[in-house]
Every structure is written in C-alpha cells, then in structure tokens.
C-alpha cells in the first residue's frame, strides 16, 4: 500500500499537496512555483526534494 506524500513550498507560503503519486506531485509543484513564484523549478530537483 502506498502512503500519500506531502508536499510544500516556501514556509511564507500556504501551498500545500497531499498524493500517492509522485508524478503528479512534481508537476503540481512545478507550476506552482512558476505560476506564483515566477521561479523555474526543474522536475528533477522537484522529484529529488519530494525524495529527501
């Protein structure tokens, strides 16, 4: 069974996700960074980060 796994941006910021699935976690973060941030994060730093 799998666990859900969180997900968060800057800790000023009130984005928070919650999911089984990874990659759906890493494009949410992804444009959420972009779409609020204006900061480009690469899918594979995001997927490293969701992993630490």
Same mark, same amino acid.
Do not use: N
């Given at each position: 069974?799998?666990?859900?796994?969180?997900?968060?941006?800057?800790?000023?910021?009130?984005? &928070?996700?919650?999911?089984?699935? &990874? &990659?759906?976690?890493?494009?949410?973060?992804?444009? $959420?960074?972009?779409?609020? $941030?204006?900061? @480009?994060?690469?899918?594979?730093? @995001? &997927?490293?980060?969701?992993? @630490?």
């Amino acid at each position: 069974m799998k666990h859900p796994v969180k997900a968060t941006c800057r800790p000023e910021c009130p984005f &928070r996700i919650e999911s089984e699935d &990874r &990659r759906y976690l890493v494009e949410s973060l992804v444009d $959420h960074m972009w779409d609020a $941030h204006r900061i @480009a994060l690469d899918p594979t730093e @995001a &997927r490293e980060m969701l992993s @630490a």
